[in-house]
C-alpha cells in the first residue's frame, strides 16, 4: 500500500529514483554452483523496490580475484550505487576485501576494535577463534564500518568518485539488519532512495496471470502511458503492481486505479501489498475471533507452518496435525478405521473426517484437512494418479471437500495445495464477514 | 558422491569442462524488485556443476528492450553456452524472443504445432484462451523447438556463429523438466558437459566453516595445488567439495582424499553428497526398523516437513504434532497440565513431556520435541529471550532434552532448530547403529 497517503496533489519530484542505477555483485562459487539460493538479489531488490529505486542489475560472479577485480570495474563505471555481497569471510576463498581495494587504489588498515568484537563473539559462543578470523578485521582506510551484531565480518561503506559502494556480509542473518538498520537510512539521506515506499500492488488468487491481464487492460488501456504494470505470478496467487516511473500519478492516483482493479476483482483480490494468504486468513480469524485447526499429509507440515509464520497464531491457531499413516489419523483425530478402509485415505470421505476430527479435537472453528499423493512414491492408489489432492473445509457453516490435480514435482504440488487451501478458507472467512450465506456446494475455479 | 567409480587411472580427458563459458541471462524485473526467487540459478548452476561445468556468470536485468539486447550481445561475444530463462510469456513484459531474434539477425515464424498444444492445454484446464498466448507460438526460423510438457510457452535452442543459445520458460515447473530431459543431453552430446558427475562433495554437521578449514587443511597442504577445496556454509551443516579442476586427480583419487576428510571428521561427517539431514535419519531409522514421531511448537511444521520430503515416509515416519497452546499438547498428547503450569511450556521438562507423549500416543521408537520462542511476538517467559530453543530427544536408551539459543529473525531461528533437531537425532542413531552405548548425558557442541 502507498503510505505516502497525504499526498493528493502531482508530487513536486517523482515517485521513483529511476535516475540513480543500483547494481548488485553478489561473490560466491556456492551461488554459481546452486549450492545456496540467491536471497541477497530478492532481499536487497525488494528493500530498493519499496523506496522507489529499481534495481538495474544483478551480477553473479566466481570467486577468483580476477573476475571480481573486472566486474567490480565495469559496475563502477557504470553504477551510481555498488552493492557486494559475500566474500568478507575468513576462509581462503574469500578475496573480495583485498581486491576492491586495489581497484579503488586504497589501502586496508587492521581494526582493533574488529579484532575484539570478533573475540568476544567466539568467547561468548564458547567457539576457539582461529587465526583466520582475523581477516575480517581489515577496513579501508577511507571508509566507514557498518558493526555485524549478528556475526563477525562487519561491513564497509565507501564513498568516492561520486559513488557509492556497500560490501555486505554474506550470511542473510547478518547482511539483513545491516542493510534495513544501517544502509537505507544512510542511502535515503544521501537522496538514493525515497523516504517511504511509493507503488501500489494488488495481490490476487484464482486467477492466471495472463487472464488477470487480460481482465485489468481495459482499465489500463483508459489511464495510458503515465502507468506502469508489473505482473508477478507465484504458486496459487498472482501480483499486479502498478507505478508512475514518470511521476505523472501521485499516491492517491495509483490508489484510486488499485481500487477500480480490485473493484472489478472481486473475491479473486487479496489484498494490497505484500500479505501472505495466511496472514489475510489470521487477520480475518482474528477479527472475527475464532479458532482454526489444520491436519496434513501431502502437504507434511507446510500448511501448519504458514499460520505458524504469523506473529502472535496461539490466538487463532489451535494446532497441527501431520500424519502418513492411518494409525496417526486413528489415534490422534478419531478419524474411523472403517472410513479409511472403504474410500481410501486419499478421498472426498477421508479429507472431509480428517476436517471434522481436528476441529473436533482441537476445539476449533474452521479446520483445513489436505490429503493426496504429492510426490512419486506415492504411487496413487484408489486410481488417483500423483499431483491428486483432496482438501477439506470445515467451518461453523459445515464441511466441504474438494478434488485438484496438480502437475509437477512433489515440491510444488505441496506448495499449490497449501495455497488453495489457504485461498479457499480465505474466501470462506471473506463471506462470514460480508454475512453471506454458504452456498450448498462450491467448486473452486482454482487449478 | 562421484559416479565415476570404475575408472583408477588418471582420465585421458579432465575432469571438468572448464574451457566452456557459461552465461545464464535472468529475465524479469520481478527477480530485480525481489518479488521472486532466483531459482534457476541455483537449479542450474548446480546441473551444471554437476555435469563438470562451472556456470561462469549470472546476469539477471530488467524486462526492457534496450537492456535485454545490451546485455545478450555483451554476453553472446564472451561466452559459448548462452542459457536466459524468463521473458517467453503472454504477457507485454515478454519481449525476450523478439529482442533477441533481432539480434540474432534471425525471423520469427508462427508454428501452428505449437498454437495447437496451447489451444489443447487451456481446454484441458477448462479455462479460457485468451489470445495474448499466441505470441507463445512464434519461434525461430533457424532454431529449435524445445517442447514445453508443462506450460504453453516452449523453449528455443539456437545454435549459430560457433555458439549455443538456450531459451528457457521462466515457471520452475516448466524449466526444470527442459532442462533435464532436453537440454542436459544435448549439451553433453556437444562436450559441453560431461556424460557424469565429476567431484566429490562432505557434507558436515556440527562444525563451524572456519573450523572445519582449519581441521582439514593439513590433508589438503599435503596434496598441494591440483586439489581445488570449496567451502559452503548452510545454517546447520557446511559443505566441503573437492575436485581438480586441471584433472590431475582422477575419481579414485578424490575419493581417497574424501575418505579421509571424513574419517579425521568422526560423527561431524554426515554424508558423501547432497542428501539432506533428513534423508540421512531417514535411511538410519529405516536400516534399523524403527518409526519417528515429532511435536514442534517453535519451528510450526517445518520438522514435520523435513520427514515428509522424503520419498515412502510412511514406513519410518510415524506423525507429527504443531500446537502453539497448552490445550493443543493436553489434549493431542496427555501432557499433564500441571507440568506445563509449574516448569511454562517453554522448558526442559516440557520439552521432554512432548517427546515422550508424542513417542506413546503414536507407537514410535524415537520422537523429537522442539519447543521455543522463534520470534519477536512470543517474549520470552520465564526469563528466557527470544532465540531461546528447548530440544528434546526420545529414544529406546531414554529421553533427554537441551536448551539452545540461536540468534537472528524467526526464520533463521526456526531453520536453524530444525537442523539442530536433526543433527541430534543423526547422531543418536549413528551411535546405536554402531551398537554404543548412550552416555548418561550429552551435550551438543552445535550452537
Chains 1, 2 share one sequence.
Not at 513536486?12 to 541477497?40: C, F, M, Q, W
Not at 491457531?317 to 501431520?322: E, L, Q, Y
Not at 483425530?333 to 481410501?344: F, I, T, Y
Request: hydrophobic share 45%.
Amino acid at each position: 500500500m502507498v503510505s505516502d497517503q497525504n499526498t493528493t496533489a502531482p508530487l513536486s519530484r517523482p515517485l521513483t529514483t529511476k535516475h540513480v542505477r543500483y547494481e548488485l555483485i553478489t561473490l560466491g562459487d556456492e551461488l554459481l554452483l546452486g549450492l545456496t539460493a540467491n536471497g541477497h538479489l530478492t532481499f536487497i531488490g525488494a528493500q530498493l523496490g519499496r523506496r522507489g529505486a529499481l534495481l538495474n542489475r544483478n551480477v553473479t560472479i566466481t570467486d577468483e580475484a580476477d573476475a571480481i577485480a573486472a566486474q567490480f570495474r565495469e559496475s563502477w563505471a557504470r553504477a551510481d550505487v555498488i552493492i557486494t555481497t559475500g566474500g568478507l569471510g575468513p576462509t581462503c576463498d574469500d578475496r573480495t576485501r583485498d581486491v576492491i581495494a586495489e581497484v579503488l587504489g586504497q589501502k586496508l588498515v587492521f581494526d582493533e576494535t574488529i579484532k575484539l568484537a570478533i573475540e568476544e563473539r567466539f568467547a561468548r559462543f564458547g567457539r576457539k577463534m582461529t587465526d583466520n578470523n582475523l581477516k575480517q578485521a581489515y577496513v579501508f582506510e577511507r571508509g566507514e564500518v557498518l558493526p555485524n551484531a549478528n556475526g563477525t565480518a562487519p561491513g564497509l561503506w565507501v564513498e568516492q568518485d561520486g559513488k557509492v559502494l556497500v560490501m555486505l556480509p554474506g550470511p542473510p542473518n547478518e547482511l539483513q539488519p545491516m542493510f534495513l538498520d544501517q544502509v537505507v537510512p544512510r542511502l535515503a539521506a544521501r537522496g538514493c532512495l525515497l523516504e517511504r515506499e511509493a507503488y501500489v500492488q494488488l495481490r490476487t488468487a484464482g486467477i492466471g496471470e495472463s487472464a488477470l491481464e487480460t481482465k485489468l487492460q481495459p482499465i489500463f488501456d483508459r489511464i495510458g502511458s503515465s502507468l506502469s504494470v508489473a505482473f508477478c505470478a507465484h504458486q496459487g496467487a498472482v501480483d499486479c503492481r502498478v507505478s508512475s516511473p514518470g511521476g505523472q500519478l501521485n499516491a492517491a492516483d495509483l490508489e484510486a486505479v488499485a481500487a477500480e482493479c480490485a473493484q472489478l476483482l472481486g473475491d479473486d483480490f487479496v489484498c494490497y501489498g505484500h500479505d501472505s494468504l495466511a496472514r489475510v486468513c489470521a487477520d480475518q480469524l482474528r477479527a472475527q475471533e475464532k479458532r482454526l485447526a489444520v491436519v496434513e499429509t501431502a502437504t507434511g507440515g507446510l500448511l501448519a507452518n504458514v499460520f505458524t509464520e504469523v506473529c502472535g497464531a496461539c490466538k487463532f491457531f489451535a494446532g497441527g496435525v501431520v500424519c502418513c499413516s492411518n494409525d496417526a489419523k486413528m489415534q490422534l483425530l478419531d478419524v474411523p478405521e472403517c472410513l479409511l478402509l472403504q474410500h481410501g485415505s486419499v478421498s472426498d470421505e477421508a479429507a472431509v473426517a480428517m476436517a471434522t476430527g481436528a476441529a473436533e479435537t482441537l476445539s476449533a472453528d474452521y479446520a483445513l484437512a489436505v490429503t493426496g499423493f504429492a510426490g512419486a512414491a506415492e504411487t496413487g492408489a484408489g486410481g488417483n494418479p500423483v499431483g491428486t489432492i483432496f482438501i477439506a473445509l470445515f467451518s461453523p457453516a459445515g464441511v466441504w471437500s474438494k478434488k485438484l490435480s496438480y502437475p509437477g514435482p512433489r515440491s510444488t504440488v505441496k506448495v499449490r495445495a497449501v495455497n488453495a487451501a489457504l485461498d479457499w478458507l480465505r474466501r470462506e472467512l471473506v463471506r462470514a464477514q460480508r454475512g453471506e450465506a454458504t452456498p450448498a456446494r462450491r467448486i473452486s475455479a482454482m487449478q
